[in-house]
């Protein structure tokens, strides 16, 4: 089968102000098959979410190739949906318009782009909350905004970068299984980005773990043999979990302590 998203021998530099340049990725391939739900994890600064912008054709590497459902990338990837991990909303729109804006502006009257709008939200929960403003809306329910505003497209491929990375731990729990639930009905492949291993075991099929920058490469990737569906706060309780969160995290932890130590403890992003 053709892979959903496939980054072969991927190299990614950056030019610097001064001359010169930073090898971000080196030597990256990746398969996602259509369906896959596969999150990678790596220490700060190893170029995750720079991975995740070449998939999604913000970034065009310097060697390699990568490819979406066969067919080469060469601008923005049309078929996928980006959630960040910032909101990206706008402000002066309540709820129901920002979920349905995509919509209206690809050319669907707004009367359907709305009712559509109405429906996504009420399937991440927030069937009374459409009049809402941003500001009136707590973190979490601006993440399910922001969910519904990317699958009210139905793209083929999702793409998250730390999506629900600055919400606290119960909320980001909540915010898994509806994630769960909602991927469930259709099975899209998904690349999620995230710094928390507990996550990427819980959500995943695989957990693909990457080095510490620069010339960051993908030095482990692990099948999550639990079974689905699954509820995150009862999987984390599954001796397997346990096991394979320690397997994964003995490869992990040098990784991690060589980005802290090279972002002078711990300060600074994802490249």
């Known amino acids: 089968m053709v892979a959903a998203v496939s980054l072969q021998h991927v190299d990614i530099v950056f030019r610097l102000a001064g001359g010169g340049e930073y090898r971000a990725v080196s030597e990256a391939t990746l398969d996602v098959a259509d369906g896959e739900f596969v999150a990678i994890v790596g220490p700060t600064g190893c170029g995750k979410s720079t991975l995740l912008n070449a998939a999604a054709g913000l970034l065009a590497p310097?060697?390699?190739?990568?490819?979406?459902?066969?067919?080469?990338?060469?601008?923005?990837?049309?078929?996928?949906?980006?959630l960040f991990q910032a909101d990206a909303l706008f402000p002066w729109k309540t709820a129901l318009e920002n979920v349905a804006i995509g919509l209206e502006i690809a050319g669907t009257a707004q009367t359907e782009a709305r009712s559509r709008a109405r429906d996504w939200l009420g399937r991440v929960g927030l069937a009374n909350f459409g009049d809402r403003y941003p500001h009136m809306l707590s973190g979490g329910q601006r993440k399910r905004v922001g969910l519904a505003q990317v699958l009210i497209r139905d793209p083929k491929i999702l793409l998250m970068d730390e999506p629900f990375g600055p919400l606290d731990a119960q909320t980001r729990q909540?915010?898994?299984?509806?994630l769960l639930d909602l991927w469930s009905a259709d099975r899209k492949a998904v690349l999620f980005v995230t710094h928390d291993l507990e996550e990427a075991i819980a959500?995943?099929?695989?957990?693909?773990?990457?080095?510490?920058?620069?010339?960051?490469?993908?030095i482990g990737d692990w099948r999550i043999p639990l079974a689905r569906p699954r509820d995150i706060a009862e999987i984390k309780l599954d001796?397997?979990?346990?096991?394979?969160?320690?397997?994964?995290?003995?490869?992990?932890?040098?990784?991690?302590?060589?980005g802290y130590v090279r972002t002078g403890g711990g300060a600074g992003g994802d490249v």
């Open 203 to 218: 959500l995943s099929d695989r957990v693909v773990i990457m080095s510490a920058g620069p010339a960051a490469h993908i």
């Open 62 to 82: 310097a060697t390699g190739d990568v490819r979406i459902f066969g067919e080469r990338l060469a601008a923005l990837n049309r078929q996928a949906g980006y």
């Open 174 to 178: 909540i915010m898994g299984n509806q």
């Open 239 to 258: 001796p397997a979990f346990h096991d394979i969160h320690r397997e994964i995290w003995d490869k992990l932890k040098t990784e991690v302590m060589k």
